[in-house]
């Protein structure tokens, strides 16, 4: 393997994975499951940030 292979592999990988923290944090500013969307995102990547682009707020859940 060379080092340009092992740098650009590197490189994907944190992108991705920093993707997924903003998708959770995403997720969490619409009240929907952070964690759940967390490894949403390990699957679609950039498609799950379309999705919950487009998805409304849920309303917040009133303790009773």
């Known amino acids: 393997m060379s080092p340009e292979y ?3 592999g590197s490189q994907y990988f944190v992108g991705w994975g920093t993707l997924m923290l ?3 944090v995403l997720a969490q500013g619409k009240n929907r499951s952070g964690f759940a969307w967390f490894f949403i995102s390990l699957l679609l990547g950039p498609i799950a ?3 919950l682009a487009l998805v409304h707020k849920l309303p917040e859940h009133q303790p009773t």
Do not use: F, R
């Open 6 to 8: 092992i740098q650009v």
């Open 49 to 51: 940030t379309l999705i």
């Open 22 to 24: 903003i998708n959770a």
